[in-house]
């Protein structure tokens, strides 16, 4: 096992466990990342509601699994907010850069979480489970950011 290959499981693993953070009713989709520099992390993100707003734990329900809305589509209908959106978020909030950093996820990013990592200066994506958005890739491609399926 090469040093990056130990660094990128030990990442992966964290991105997993800050999965479990997650205030997202459906259990299947707590979703985790974390954004390393130089082997340091920077920020991390999981699934879940606003600050301020009531969660589809706390209400009960998913929205999404009531409207019958399909993975991968209609991401404006659900309450939270993507795990690489709030790890993002995180680092504009603190006032970190993420300019060349990677981002280790439990997912593949879908199409609006890519773009928001190709404009945050992410140049290297590791996700551990794929995900139904070929847009998505598309959009890694062009911009150029290095995309890793992450396999043991």
Same mark, same amino acid.
């Given at each position: 096992m090469?040093?990056w290959t130990?660094?990128?499981?030990?990442?992966i693993?964290l991105?997993?466990?800050?999965?479990?953070?997650s205030?997202c009713y459906q259990e299947?989709?707590?979703?985790?990342?974390?954004?390393v520099k /130089?082997?340091?992390i920077l920020?991390?993100g &999981?699934n879940?509601?606003p600050?301020g707003?009531?969660?589809c734990?706390?209400?009960?329900e998913c929205m999404? @699994?009531?409207?019958?809305?399909?993975s991968?589509?209609?991401h404006e209908?659900?309450?939270?907010?993507?795990?690489e959106? /709030?790890?993002?978020?995180?680092?504009?909030k603190?006032?970190?850069?993420i300019d060349?950093?990677?981002?280790y996820?439990?997912?593949q990013?879908?199409v609006?979480?890519a773009?928001m990592?190709v404009?945050?200066?992410i140049? @290297?994506?590791? &996700?551990?489970e794929? &995900?139904?958005?070929?847009?998505?890739l598309?959009i890694?491609e062009?911009?150029?950011v290095?995309?890793?399926? &992450?396999q043991?």
């Open positions: 090469s040093e130990k660094w990128d499981k030990r990442f693993d991105a997993w466990t800050i999965g479990t953070w205030s299947n989709r707590h979703i985790g990342a974390v954004i /130089n082997k340091r920020t991390t &999981y879940g509601a600050a707003i009531k969660s734990t706390e209400k009960g999404r @699994r009531k409207l019958n809305i399909p991968g589509t209609r209908l659900c309450y939270a907010i993507h795990a959106q /709030n790890a993002i978020i995180q680092a504009a603190l006032g970190i850069s060349g950093a990677t981002m996820c439990t997912h990013p879908c609006i979480c773009k990592i404009n945050s200066g140049s @290297r994506v590791v &996700y551990a794929g &995900y139904p958005d070929e847009f998505s598309a890694f062009e911009a150029g290095e995309l890793v399926k &992450y043991e």
